[in-house]
């Protein structure tokens, strides 16, 4: 058991952990300060399979930016009292009865469908990632700015039309009348 | 070895801890925070299906790339409106939103 495989099993339990925590936390608050770790693990898995960049995008857009975003809506809106919910027994029973069924048969698929082995290109072990499984911060300024085959450019050109349009949207939105 | 198997049992749990939560909330935040799990499921499995299935490849990296950017926008948005409604209201628990029905 090398170090990866150590590490695995503890982002795997600090995420399962931490997404139970955020949905089952009393207050809204805690349940936002939970989804902070979670989010963390997944930043955690990215950087384990190699993509540095994807994964310091996690920190700073998700970790740096969404959770603080929340936090501050949640402390605006009196929302950190809030109750897990005025439900009944039987709601909340039906409802975990139904997310088990799904995950059930989620990983009932997941584990018979053997996605391995009828791939045309060769699995790689994920320690020591090639020089071409690992995408460097070339490689992606250089898709995210050609026009050919593989360019990203009018997806790269919308998102930034779209992140325009949502800041004068957010502005519009929540001014003072 | 670490295998694809387990990445996506991992991102399997996550989505449907972001199912439950979306389903037993009442405060409308708390309903957006359990989006954000499940958004956060699809992304890590985006990302694992191009690093085991493809290594060479790097669509599935870009796809996670810009769904990180749409998902900011959207929670943006989503406070906003939660801030003007709590501004309307006084409350923003999904029982009490019964001026958004038509």
């Avoid at chain 1, 950190?80 to 009865?97: G, R, Y």
């Avoid at chain 2, 749990?13 to 309903?31: D, H, N």
Wanted: net charge positive; with cysteine; glycine share 6%.
């Amino acid at each position: 058991m090398d170090s990866y495989n150590i590490m695995f099993v503890i982002l795997a339990v600090l995420i399962v952990c931490a997404s139970f925590a955020t949905v089952l936390a009393k207050s809204v608050l805690r349940a936002a300060a939970y989804l902070f770790f979670a989010l963390l693990g997944v930043a955690g898995m990215y950087f384990l399979m190699g993509y540095t960049f994807l994964g310091s995008v996690q920190v700073m857009v998700y970790c740096g930016g969404i959770v603080v975003l929340y936090v501050f809506a949640i402390l605006l809106t009196r929302g950190a009292k809030d109750k897990l919910s005025e439900n009944t027994k039987q709601k909340i029973f039906a409802s975990a009865l139904l997310s088990l069924t799904g995950l059930g048969a989620f990983v009932y698929a997941i584990l018979k469908a053997n996605l391995l082995h009828e791939n045309l290109f060769r699995p790689e072990p994920l320690y020591a990632p090639s020089e071409e499984a690992t995408i460097s911060i070339n490689t992606i300024g250089r898709h995210m700015l050609s026009t050919d085959v593989n360019g990203y450019l009018l997806p790269f050109e919308a998102v930034s039309v779209l992140l325009l349009a949502c800041i004068v949207a957010a502005l519009v939105i929540a001014r003072k009348r | 070895m670490i295998e694809l198997n387990y990445i996506l049992i991992v991102s399997a749990v996550m989505m449907f801890a972001g199912i439950f939560g979306f389903l037993t909330r009442r405060s409308t935040l708390a309903i957006l925070l359990s989006i954000e799990l499940m958004l956060n499921a699809t992304d890590l499995n985006f990302a694992a299906f191009n690093r085991f299935l493809f290594p060479g490849g790097h669509v599935g990296y870009f796809f996670a790339l810009f769904s990180i950017a749409i998902t900011a926008a959207e929670s943006a948005i989503a406070i906003a409106i939660m801030i003007n409604v709590y501004r309307q209201l006084k409350d923003i628990s999904v029982g009490k939103l019964e001026k958004m029905k038509w």
